[in-house]
C-alpha cells in the first residue's frame, strides 16, 4: 500500500491539497465537544486536512506513507508520526479523530481491531470521523486494496466496538474529475 503512495506521493499531494472539504469539515466539527483541543489526523496524506484543523487544535497526525510525513514536516506540521493505523497506541489522548478516506485502505478483517484502537485513543465523548468509498467492494482496484462501505456493512462491522452512528451521509467526491460516492460517518464513545 504504501510502495503505491511513495511512488505516486507527489501526484497526490497536487491533486488533493486543495479540495473544499468544509462539508466533511462540518460533520465532524458539530459534533466535537465545545472544549475540544486536540485531534488526530490518522492517514493525513496531503496533510492538506491537518492544516486547517491546526487553526483550532493542536492536531497529532499518522501516517504510513515516508513522502506523505516528509511534506507534512515541510508545510509545518508537527506532531508526525510514520506508523499504521493497525499499530495506533495512544490512550485517552484525542477529542476528535479524523479518518478521511484512510481506513478504507485497510482489510475488513482488520477494521475491528482498529476501531477499538480508536476508541481507547479518544477521550470521554470523543469522536470520530471516518470515510470509505460507497458500495460493497473489497479487494484491490488501482494497484490498492479497498474496503468499500455501505451503511448496513459498516453497522455491522463496528457491533463489537463501543462506538455510536452519530451522523452518517452521503456525499459525492470532492475532485472535480471524479464521480463516486463516499459514505461518511461520525462516530462516539
Aim: charged fraction near 30%; proline fraction near 2%; glycine fraction near 6%.
Amino acid at each position: 500500500m504504501s510502495d503505491f503512495y511513495s511512488l505516486h506521493s507527489k501526484g497526490y499531494i497536487e491533486a488533493t491539497e486543495d479540495c473544499d472539504m468544509s462539508v466533511q469539515y462540518s460533520l465532524f466539527e458539530e459534533q466535537l465537544n465545545k472544549n475540544a483541543s486536540c485531534i488526530l489526523d490518522l492517514g493525513f496524506g496531503s496533510g492538506r486536512d491537518s492544516l486547517y484543523f491546526q487553526k483550532k487544535y493542536e492536531v497529532y497526525g499518522i501516517d504510513v506513507t515516508e513522502e506523505f510525513c516528509e511534506h507534512a514536516k515541510e508545510i509545518g506540521l508537527k506532531n508526525i508520526y510514520q506508523m499504521k493505523a493497525q499499530d495506533l497506541n495512544f490512550v485517552n489522548q484525542f477529542d476528535g479523530i479524523w479518518a478521511c478516506a484512510s481506513l478504507l485502505h485497510i482489510p475488513s478483517s482488520e477494521l475491528v481491531d482498529v476501531f477499538k484502537r480508536c476508541y481507547k485513543a479518544l477521550k470521554e465523548n470523543g469522536i470520530l470521523y471516518c470515510s470509505f468509498k460507497y458500495g460493497d467492494f473489497e479487494g484491490i482496484r488501482d494497484e490498492r486494496y479497498f474496503t468499500d462501505m455501505n451503511l448496513e456493512r459498516f453497522k455491522k462491522l463496528i457491533e463489537p466496538t463501543q462506538f455510536d452512528i452519530v451522523n452518517e451521509c452521503i456525499t459525492l467526491d470532492v475532485r472535480p474529475e471524479r464521480e463516486e460516492q463516499w459514505l461518511n460517518i461520525v462516530l462516539k464513545n
